[in-house]
């Protein structure tokens, strides 16, 4: 798998530091998946090795990323994996939910249906009666 660096030049797996790089971006990547909140950067750079710079690990799952579905955010100092917001409007459900009516709200319905045509007086005198 090839990364990026900040100047667009390519950087193979094939050191044992782009190895252990490959594999923090990979770490980090899992982290930010199962973590149900915004994780910081310093928890992250605590879990890969202190030579690999976490901004720059940030940045290749960040450009990754932008195309996707899922995108990486900055959320105050933490980061995480967002929707798109280009794809909000489709994710957009809408659930009906059926209820029974209460024994008041059926006592109302029934004077309204009993006294057509009823007004709002009469529906709540003859209620009060």
């Not at 030049?9 to 930010?32: C, G, Q, W, Y």
């Not at 100092?77 to 967002?82: L, Y």
């Amino acid at each position: 798998m090839n990364f990026e660096n900040d100047n667009g030049t390519k950087i193979k797996k094939n050191s044992e530091e782009d190895v252990h790089f490959f594999e923090s971006v990979r770490l980090v990547e899992a982290l930010l998946f199962a973590s149900a909140k915004p994780l910081d950067r310093a928890a992250l750079q605590s879990r890969i090795p202190d030579n690999i710079d976490i901004d720059f690990v940030l940045e290749n799952i960040e450009k990754v990323y932008s195309t996707r579905g899922v995108n990486l955010f900055s959320i105050g100092g933490s980061v995480a994996f967002r929707t798109a917001s280009d794809l909000a409007e489709n994710l957009r459900m809408t659930v009906s939910v059926k209820r029974k009516l209460s024994s008041a709200a059926v006592e109302t319905m029934a004077i309204i249906a009993y006294h057509q045509p009823v007004t709002r007086g009469a529906v709540s005198y003859t209620h009060l009666r």
